[in-house]
């Protein structure tokens, strides 16, 4: 069914505001017998100056008093279908906020945005100087607007100037993907810009590292402010047959939110402009989620961040207030104003120095101090053990995640992030990624991202050419962060099993898994490749630090027989 204020739409011109449209539709909704808007195909143009208007917390992206175009609020059984149409935004402003919704469907339509948050440049010249300065020519696209002032860069976008300089990577224009082995990069200090022809800049100053001319650059500011779907406190949400080919952060952002299925999903850049770069972070990110994530037949590329990244947070304890009561402070500033706990939840205490799990607690309240403190107090008494610098985080807060038939490619660092002790299987998918195509992690000392994994399957995948960056330790990486190191006996990460797997290698390292109780790796295909310069490094390929109850197959074609001995002889 079409809303009244949709009617319209149809008959506007690209120089039209749709917001006021889709915030009366909205209020329609709100008001009416249906909560289905359905768009007549077609370009819709948003503009920020009549968006709503509200304050949000969006973990790993950074908060700020927020414009939404679609301000969703509430709503039971929505459902938005694009019909096939292209949304464009512009400025600073996030598209989809859904807040307290549940069942609800969004489908058939593609976001983007006329001017992009980052900028691009193909690399004319590139000279070092003795003085470990350099002088860097630049061809900058008409499709970036920038201006030359005071002997500074500056990239105009549609409602701010910004310096980009800071936050560069390199991109292969050939491949369209990050350049091999090429690192995080940005002016360090000073520098001056000077224009020497129509859309070139020379830039003279000291970059962290050598760059390559025929390469693009790709700038951005490093602020996450525009999400393009943002769902906070939701259930049930699924997300069918949407391209987002740009945002000024996460594609899709999910915290505190139950049951989400993306079903022909697409992150990719608008090939049609010839832009090298999708989402300015993520593609696909969930924080503190339940239920299960099911992601699959999506696609997920050529953004400056991880495909997919799924996580709870890890408060730290800050003092110590009663036995029943503790302050808790969200210590890293991308996760400060999300509630973590609630009242009738369950939370787990983890020392910070070894990541291990000493006791849990009911809890009785969680109120918010601030952004940054919160009060937690318990049922019952704490832990006797219990000390300031430790972690706490949700243990109701945990989801099952599938993903299936997917495609991570040519982005900037790993694949999929996976740190959830719910059921996890990755199958049937592929990966391109410079770095780790899988990393499984866990952190109480700097991300604050929890927690262990519990039951992992990995299998019928293909790894091709992963890790031709610098982004990981092997394909696939099991890396909690553990300051003391492991003890004998006592394990984060438990039961992952890579099988039937195919692995096209471009770097020697396949496996690397500490603190793990229980890996099986089997039957899975391993061959190298000769599309970059093999790269073994000085690491096996499976290594394997305190680890136990293992099940590995060495057909591994250039496994050395010393190396053999060593896997052989692994506890």
Not at 142 to 170: A, I, S, Y
Not at 182 to 196: E, I, K, P, S
Not at 458 to 463: A, Q, V, Y
Request: glycine content about 8%; proline content about 3%; aromatic content about 8%.
């Amino acid at each position: 069914m079409r809303m009244n204020s949709l009617n319209h739409l149809a008959q506007l011109n690209e120089q039209t505001d749709a917001t006021p449209f889709a915030r009366a539709a909205i209020q329609e909704l709100m008001t009416g017998e249906t909560q289905k808007l359905v768009f007549p195909k077609g370009r819709y143009n948003f503009w920020p100056d009549k968006a709503s208007e509200a304050y949000l917390f969006i973990s790993n992206n950074d908060e700020s008093l927020k414009r939404i175009v679609f301000d969703l609020r509430r709503f039971n059984y929505l459902e938005i279908d694009g019909g096939g149409s292209e949304f464009v935004f512009h400025g600073t402003v996030i598209p989809f906020a859904l807040q307290n919704c549940h069942n609800a469907r969004l489908s058939n339509f593609t976001i983007n945005w006329d001017r992009t948050y980052h900028s691009e440049a193909k690399i004319l010249g590139y000279r070092p100087k003795a003085d470990a300065s350099c002088v860097l020519d630049l061809q900058i696209s008409n499709q970036f607007p920038f201006v030359v002032k005071n002997g500074k860069l500056l990239f105009e976008l549609e409602d701010c100037t910004t310096e980009c300089l800071g936050h560069v990577l390199e991109f292969d224009p050939i491949r369209r993907e990050t350049a091999s082995r090429v690192h995080d990069n940005g002016v360090a200090g000073q520098y001056t810009a000077t224009m020497l022809d129509d859309n070139i800049v020379r830039i003279e100053g000291r970059l962290n590292h050598a760059v390559t001319p025929g390469n693009t650059l790709v700038m951005t500011a490093g602020k996450r402010y525009s999400p393009a779907i943002a769902l906070l406190d939701c259930s049930d949400i699924s997300i069918a047959d949407v391209t987002i080919h740009h945002c000024g952060g996460m594609g899709i952002i999910a915290q505190r939110t139950r049951n989400v299925d993306l079903q022909r999903v697409y992150v990719t850049p608008d090939t049609r402009r010839g832009r090298m770069i999708s989402t300015t972070a993520d593609a696909a990110h969930f924080v503190n989620c339940a239920g299960l994530i099911n992601i699959n037949d999506c696609v997920f590329e050529n953004q400056m961040d991880d495909p997919v990244n799924i996580h709870g947070i890890y408060g730290r304890v800050s003092a110590i207030i009663s036995r029943r009561t503790v302050e808790i402070e969200l210590v890293h500033e991308q996760q400060r104003g999300v509630d973590i706990t609630q009242a009738g939840d369950t939370v787990e205490f983890v020392a910070n120095e070894n990541l291990l799990t000493y006791g849990t607690a009911s809890v009785k309240s969680f109120n918010r101090l601030n952004k940054q403190f919160y009060q937690l107090t318990a049922e019952d008494a704490f832990p006797e053990r219990l000390k300031i610098g430790d972690g706490v985080a949700s243990l109701g807060w945990i989801p099952d995640v599938t993903i299936t038939n997917t495609t991570s490619r040519n982005n900037r660092a790993r694949g999929f992030l996976i740190s959830t002790a719910g059921k996890v299987v990755i199958e049937g998918n592929y990966f391109h990624t410079p770095g780790s195509a899988i990393l499984i992690a866990g952190d109480a000392n700097y991300w604050f991202e929890s927690g262990k994994v519990r039951n992992v399957t990995i299998r019928n995948n293909h790894f091709d050419n992963c890790m031709f960056g610098v982004w990981g330790v092997a394909v696939i990486g099991v890396q909690p962060e553990i300051p003391e190191g492991c003890r004998d006996g006592v394990y984060y990460h438990e039961n992952i099993t890579i099988e039937n797997n195919r692995f096209d290698l471009c770097d020697g390292r396949v496996l690397y898994a500490h603190c793990v109780d229980g890996i099986k790796f089997l039957n899975n295909s391993i061959s190298t490749s000769s599309l970059y310069e093999f790269d073994t490094e000085s690491d096996d390929p499976i290594s394997l630090e305190a680890c136990s109850n293992l099940e590995v197959d060495l057909h591994i074609p250039y496994l050395t027989c010393e190396s053999e001995k060593e896997m052989a002889a692994a506890p």
